[in-house]
Every structure is written in structure tokens, then in C-alpha cells.
């Protein structure tokens, strides 16, 4: 994609994003059927008005990259085995549990194009729901032959969560360093990702080396996600990515090309651009961004974290996984995953 | 207690409750002290702002009775270990959690006579520390020697949500039949006593006939002490509670005396109840409410889940643990823990 060409769609459409995923998951399909099965499964309870909610946020579960990443992982390092269905299915309930009180955090009214949970049930069943969902989760890592699981994930969920409170700190802090931003982003959203593919690649079998590769793997893969998110968050048409649009500015959310731009303007151009983020005006904000070309910067940072999530899998042999997992880095850049 | 007679001060003052809470704990004292360090140690991050707000919330941590209870069963049934420390460290993690997502769903302005942290950092900030809390406690529960105290409490903790879930969704239901309220509150609040209590005993090496004692008993303790609690929000004092007083009927939750009290009226009278309890008549509601015997009747309930809690455990033999185990039952009568 070019971001810095205009502000049109920029992502291919979802169909098209559909497409590649589904020949992108080829090699684990039976295995990720077996997670969605048992998602659906877990996400449940015999109240009624509670299975219904649980019900409508099945919805949540969108392209499933987290549970894939953990079995195209442990895929690439040997057999999947129960543990990989069990973790996949604990990474795709995290990730729903974070999306259920994300949207009570951004006072969302859609997600995934549909009615958000909090918009349909109030904040306060939001906030228990996905305490809920955590509790469960949590109880169901339980179920591996191993405590490694548990333990990982329960140490990235912590970290997730401190990622998104210095978020919500730095909010309207326009002198953000850039080192902060990726403190951030590595916090509330590449770590789950980083967790779920070394899970993987662990729970086949995968020694300490490799295990961490792919920790990293998932770290980049997860940091160029974010900016890319950020970035369709400025210039992403809300038909496409279904959600509310431009809120990371409305909110005082600093992203990258933001902080980019500051960081190259000089006190008037600093002033100027402060004044078209506080007041909403889109427009201008987009047109200085593009000034300094700071959309390009941040698509660049993310094809560079793209490239080392890449070069990082050379310790593993050469062949159709490897391949792959290139291919599932590359579609990073593509679009919002 | 006689919460029946009057609307004045129903509880002994808060140093009274103190001195014999301080009596109940010493057996097991030192044990207690290395969970509240531990515990202390645990709510830390390196970052300033999450540091400060960690620190602020070490003050929710009260009467400490949850870990109490862990401790005290492990000390009754065996030795205690470093699974019991850690673990009381993990039931009063996954308390203050609750604690701190319960102000968000109250609107709590305060919470031990201090601000409370959705007043004072909003209520983005308390949603995500109370999911690092989650987290965190999950994490440290791994640390033990076997993982059924991580298995116990995260299903717990499942079911404490459903509870409040279900709470939220009967508010304004005056309808609830009595045996739902027994739902809910089980739930929400005894679950996390009853589990704390079973893996005390659990791990001090007790067999499954005297964990499942154990864990009725925190269960009747828990029942007992939702009671008192509901029964203190009506007619507790402010300055004694440390809490927003009377928020159960302005929110419109179903307790049990008012429950109580629409099973005893006709329709006139229940028309009467139920719009003094909508425009928040507090003094008429009182009334009302004392005609019927309904603070008598929930104080009955409560006294009668205490000798329930008391009866359950000549699984063990007569001692001074066994009597100091019926004497903290007696104390959930005598005031909030």
C-alpha cells in the first residue's frame, strides 16, 4: 500500500484480505477449525441472557491471527499437538476479552460493523464480560500438559495491559518519543502476538533458540501491525475498516506519523498541526502529515519490522513454512489484519 | 447485631472489628504478614505513573479476610507452605480487582473513605489495572507446587463475573425470586471466599471430604456476609461503611430485604415499596420494610448460613483451630468485613 498518495481506500478489499489468509492458513485448517470449534464451545453458560451475550461476541473473533500464528508456528517446528488447539483457542479469547473493554476505552459504536457489545449492553456487562472471558481463558491454559502456556500468557496479558494504561496516559502528550510509542505498542498489542507464535513453535518441540525467533517474529510482525493500524486509524476508509474512524486523533491518541511530523517541524509547524489535531480538522492534519511525509515514515518503520520478523526465521530451514510465514508477515503491510 | 430496630450505627465501631480480627489472625500471623509483603512486592511496574496508581490501590486491600480464610483453613487442617502464601497473595489480588472494576460499575466516588481510583484516574485507567491485577494474579498462582490453586481460582473468578453479570442484568427487576438472589450472590461474592477456604485446607494436604467442608464453609461465609453487607448499604451509616451509602435501592438491585418484603405485600403495597424505592425515599422505604420483619428475616438468613458455615466443620477435630474457625463465622454477623 501508499499511504502517502491520498487519502482513498488504501486496503484491498476484505474479500480479497479473506482470500490470501485462507491460503495462508492451507497448512493448519483442520487444526484452526478445531480452535473455532472449541472457542465456541468455551463461550458459553447456562443463564440465558449470558450465553446470548457470549453468543454475540463470538462475532468479535475476527481473522483468528493470533491462534494462526501459534499453529502455523509450531506447524513450522514440528507436530501440532492438543496444546496448540487448547493455546490457540486461550490467544483468540484473550485478544476478544481486550477487544470487549477496548471498546468500552474508545466508546466505540461499531466493531466489526456491528452494534459493539458495550453500545449494546452497557459498560458495566462489558467490563464483567471480559473479566469474565480473561477468568476463562486463563482456566482453560490450564488444560495443557505443561504450565508454560498459562504462564506466558498470563505474563503477556499483564504487560498488554500496562502497554494500554501508558496509552491512555500519554494521551494528549504530543511530546511523546518515539522510543515511548513503541514501548506502547509492544506492550498492548505485539506481545500477545509474540507469546502466541513462541507458544507455538514451543509446545512443538522447538529448543530455546527458535522458541525465541519466533517471540520476536511475532513481536515485529506485531509492531508493524500497530503502526499499520494507526495508519489506516488517519487515512482507512470506515466502510473498510468497519470500525469508528479517525478516533486515535480525536482522542489525543499520538501515532507515529504524528509524532513523526512533530519531531520534524519547527515551532509555527508544531503549533499549526497541535491546532488541527485538537479541533478535528482531519484535513489539514492530513495534508501537513503528508508535508513531511510521515505517513511514508511510518509505512516504512512497518516494511522494516516487516524485514526483520522475516530475516529473524532464518534459523529455520529453508522450505514451504518458511516460505509462509514470509508471506503471512508480508500481508502485515497489506492491510489491518 | 439488630438491624431490625432502627436506622442508627448497626456496626461496632471499626476499631472494635479491627482488635477482633487482629485476635482471630494471630495464629497465623507471621504467614499473613509475608502474604501482605509479597503482595506488595507484586503491585509494582517500573513505570512512574503505573507505579503511583499500583501503590494507591495497596490501600483497597482491607480486612485481608480472603487470604485469612486460605490461611487459617491450611493452619486448621496442616502446615502451612509457601502454596498458602502465594495464594492468599492471589485471592486478595483477584479481590482488589474486583474491587476496582466494581467502582467503575458503581460509580464509586469512594472506597475505604479515599477517593477511589475510577474517580481519581477514570475509568479507562481502572478497567485496565484491573485486568493487570487479573493477569498479575493468574501469573503468580503458577508459582506454586501444583497447579490446582491456579485451576480453582480462575474458575472462580469465572463464575464471581457470571454473578455480577447476572446481578446487572435483574437491576430493576423486583421480580427476582429469591433462589436467583442466591445465584447472584454466590457468585459475586461467596465463590471467591468458599474457593480460598477449600485451597487452604487443600493444600495443607486435607482429603476432598474436608476441602469440600471447607469450601461450604467459605461458601455460608460468603452467603452471610452478602447479606450483611446488602443489609448495611440500607441501613449502615456512611461514615462507618467508608462507601456511597444507599446505592443498592438508587440502583435499583434487588436485595434481600426488599425482596423479602414484595413477597409479604399485596399489590398496593407493593406499589408503595417499589416507588419509594425508584425516587429513592430512603426513610419511607425503611419503613416499609420494618412492617414486614424484612431486615429481621435477611439478618435470620445470614445468622443461619453462619451455623451452617459453623456445623460444617466437625469434619475436624474439637480444638482451638475448629473454635477460632466458628468465632470468624460469628464476626461476619457483627459487621462489613
Known sequence: MSPEHNTAPVTPPEQAAKAILARLYTPILPELRQVEEMYRRELSS??????????????????????????LAGKAC??????????????????TATLVHDDILDDALLRRKRTSINALAGNEVSVLLGDHI????????????TPVGAREFSRA???????????????????????????????KTAELYATSAMLGAHYAGANEAVCR?????????????????????????????????????????????????????????????????????????????????????????????VASAKNGLDVLPKGDMRDLLHEVADFVLSREL
Chains 1, 2 share one sequence.
Open 46 to 71: 447456562d443463564d440465558e441472557y449470558i450465553a446470548n451475550l457470549l453468543e454475540y461476541i463470538e462475532d468479535y473473533s475476527g481473522k483468528k491471527l493470533r491462534p494462526a500464528l501459534l499453529l
Open 213 to 305: 525467533a519466533f517471540y520476536d517474529y511475532g513481536m515485529n510482525l506485531g509492531r508493524a501491525f500497530q503502526i499499520m493500524d494507526d495508519l489506516l486509524d488517519m487515512i482507512g476508509e470506515e466502510s473498510l475498516v468497519g470500525k469508528t474512524l479517525g478516533s486515535d486523533v480525536e482522542k489525543g491518541k499520538p501515532t507515529l506519523p504524528l509524532i513523526h511530523h512533530l519531531e520534524q517541524v519547527n515551532g509555527a509547524g508544531r503549533k499549526k498541526a497541535l491546532e488541527a489535531a485538537s479541533k478535528g480538522d482531519r484535513k489539514t492534519l492530513m495534508e501537513l502529515l503528508h508535508e513531511t511525509e510521515s505517513f511514508k515514515y511510518a509505512a516504512a518503520k512497518a516494511g522494516a519490522y
Open 78 to 95: 514440528g507436530k501440532l499437538t492438543q496444546d496448540h488447539i487448547i493455546l490457540g483457542v486461550v490467544a483468540e479469547m484473550l485478544h
Open 157 to 187: 496479558m499483564a504487560r498488554t495491559c500496562f502497554g494500554e494504561i501508558m496509552q491512555v496516559h500519554n494521551r494528549n502528550n504530543f511530546n511523546l518519543p518515539e522510543p515511548k510509542y513503541f514501548d506502547i505498542i509492544e506492550g
Open 134 to 145: 480473561f477468568s476463562h481463558a486463563f482456566e482453560i491454559s490450564l488444560e495443557c500438559t
